[in-house]
């Protein structure tokens, strides 16, 4: 079963509104959280790291004021897309690492900005 | 820092045929290779990793892997391919010693099975 899930799986919402996009870990405890954006036909890019009790690093060129990272607990990060765009639109993925040095991944959340 | 290159965007096998996917990296220290397929709307699947100890690692749905490290290379392999195999395919390196450092994609190449 999955190990990591991911809510909404896909959301359509207007300019200029705000979307928040949820990973857990379902088995067990992460401290630290990928976040990560894919264009259509393109690989992912990662936007940000998720630290739980402190604040998430941001891969140059990301906005973290555009992208709101809050690690609230042990087993939820969440991404707020904030005053959201069309060029927002993309399917973000986010990624847990694990004891056994692999990395699960959630399903995606697809975000369409009208 | 750690990067990895996939040289093909697309790779076209018939069904039956052996196939290989390639995959280069570059590191600074000890590699730490993945490599994951993606189906369409879908999340990543893990396949394999290479950490340590055998250069020919064995994964999920009768994928393997070759590291050379005197090639820099780690190319995904399959003795005989399936029309199911068809999916883009990512070869990925962690960047950074510790098992919670993050990981960076390669840009990916799509694997077309004909029946």
């Known amino acids: 079963g999955a190990v990591v899930s991911q809510h909404p799986s896909w959301v359509i919402c207007k300019s200029g509104t705000s979307v928040k996009i949820e990973c857990r870990s379902l088995?067990?405890?992460?401290?630290?959280m990928f976040w990560y954006r894919q264009f259509p036909k393109q690989s992912l890019m990662l936007m940000a790291t998720?630290?739980?009790?402190?604040?998430?690093?941001?891969e140059q060129g990301v906005e973290k004021d555009k992208f709101l990272i809050n690690h609230a607990s042990l087993t939820l990060s969440t991404l707020t897309v904030t005053s959201a765009h069309p060029e927002d639109s993309s399917f973000y993925i986010c990624?847990?690492?694990?004891?056994?040095?692999?990395?699960?991944f959630g399903p995606g959340t697809r975000l369409t900005v009208l | 820092a750690q990067s990895v290159a996939q040289p093909e965007d697309q790779v076209n096998v018939a069904e039956g045929n052996p196939l290989t996917v390639k995959c280069t990296y570059s590191v600074s220290g000890n590699p730490y290779l993945f490599w994951y397929v993606q189906y369409p709307n879908r999340g990543l699947q893990f396949l394999l990793k290479y950490i340590t100890g055998d250069n020919l690692v064995k994964g999920s749905y009768g994928f393997e892997a070759e590291f050379n490290k005197s090639q820099t290379s780690f190319h995904l392999k399959k003795p005989s391919a399936l029309v199911s195999d068809s999916a883009l395919y990512f070869c990925a390196v962690r960047d950074g010693g510790s098992s919670a450092s993050k990981i960076i994609f390669g840009s990916g190449t799509r694997l077309s099975i004909r029946p």
């Open positions: 990624s847990v690492p694990i004891r056994d040095q692999s990395y699960y």
């Open positions: 088995d067990f405890q992460a401290t630290t």
């Open positions: 998720s630290n739980e009790g402190s604040k998430a690093t941001y």
